[in-house]
């Protein structure tokens, strides 16, 4: 999704990068004004600002692929051609493109916003002018640790399955059975699901990392054994 100005004089490029999105109905190019990124992306550009939204992997034009839930290239990549394809949309428009580049994300979207980041400063001649990326999990070790060491109910904790289902599909270093995680029934429960898309169903687990999570898994995370 672009948001062009009605002002043509554009302050400057927003690359707007998406939280943790449930169905490919709320990825930008599909979405509509609400509480969502689309209608910040709206917010921006009224200010003047060019504002680009990308879609990533897995939703929008690509929606039959599982989306890579935050592996750093998965984001990095598909964001640079987004923002190539936003330079060269102002330049069939006969815009001047604006020097000033600021990426903004929250959640999922900050993870990846910083992930961007890195990838303009070591790979490209982008300079960013600021980013401002909000409560995404950094340091994937440390995040997961603390979350082990909880003995109460938690939010979020399909989500953070999911993540998990991805990591161990993508990294040959992990590549182990659900029952190796967490304990019986969820391991089954979740195993019946096959490749997972979004968040496990609370239904389908313990939301006390302490009651679902294996021993192995615990002890594995503590040592340091490993490593995301």
Same mark, same amino acid.
């Given at each position: 999704? /672009?948001? /062009?100005?009605?002002?043509?004089? /554009?302050?400057?490029? $927003?690359?707007?990068?998406?939280?943790?999105? %449930?169905?490919?109905?709320?990825? #930008?190019?599909?979405?509509?004004?609400?509480?969502?990124?689309? @209608?910040?992306?709206?917010?921006?550009?009224?200010?003047?600002?060019?504002?680009?939204?990308?879609?990533?992997?897995?939703?929008?034009?690509?929606?039959?692929? $599982?989306? #890579?839930?935050?592996?750093?290239?998965? !984001?990095?990549?598909?964001?640079?051609?987004?923002?190539?394809?936003?330079?060269?949309?102002?330049?069939?428009?006969?815009?001047?493109?604006?020097?000033?580049l600021v990426? $903004?994300?929250?959640?999922?979207?900050? !993870?990846?916003?910083?992930?961007?980041?890195?990838?303009?400063?070591?790979?490209?001649?982008? @300079?960013?002018?600021? @980013?401002?990326?909000?409560?995404?999990?950094?340091?994937?070790?440390?995040?997961?640790?603390?979350?082990?060491?909880?003995?109460?109910?938690?939010?979020?904790?399909? @989500?953070?399955?999911?993540?998990?289902?991805?990591?161990?599909?993508?990294?040959?270093?992990?590549?182990?059975?659900?029952?190796?995680?967490?304990?019986?029934?969820?391991?089954?429960?979740?195993?019946?699901?096959?490749?997972?898309?979004?968040?496990?169903?609370?239904?389908?687990?313990?939301?006390n990392p302490?009651?679902?999570?294996? /021993?192995?898994?615990? %002890?594995?995370?503590?040592?340091g054994m490993?490593?995301?």
């Amino acid at each position: 999704m /672009l948001f /062009l100005p009605q002002n043509k004089e /554009l302050k400057g490029i $927003v690359f707007l990068q998406h939280s943790t999105i %449930q169905s490919d109905e709320f990825a #930008p190019s599909n979405s509509s004004i609400g509480l969502n990124e689309y @209608t910040l992306g709206a917010l921006y550009a009224a200010l003047g600002y060019l504002t680009l939204l990308p879609d990533h992997i897995g939703y929008g034009i690509s929606s039959d692929k $599982v989306h #890579p839930y935050e592996i750093k290239n998965a !984001y990095t990549f598909s964001s640079y051609d987004f923002l190539l394809a936003g330079h060269s949309f102002l330049e069939k428009q006969n815009l001047e493109i604006p020097k000033d580049l600021v990426l $903004v994300g929250y959640s999922n979207g900050g !993870y990846a916003s910083l992930s961007f980041h890195q990838f303009l400063e070591k790979e490209t001649e982008f @300079t960013v002018k600021a @980013t401002y990326s909000s409560a995404g999990a950094y340091d994937k070790s440390a995040f997961s640790k603390n979350i082990l060491i909880e003995n109460q109910e938690l939010n979020f904790m399909g @989500t953070y399955l999911w993540v998990l289902d991805v990591y161990n599909r993508r990294y040959t270093n992990l590549n182990r059975s659900w029952d190796n995680y967490i304990t019986e029934p969820y391991a089954s429960n979740i195993s019946s699901l096959g490749a997972l898309e979004y968040s496990v169903p609370d239904s389908l687990l313990n939301r006390n990392p302490q009651l679902l999570s294996s /021993l192995l898994l615990y %002890q594995a995370f503590l040592m340091g054994m490993i490593k995301i």
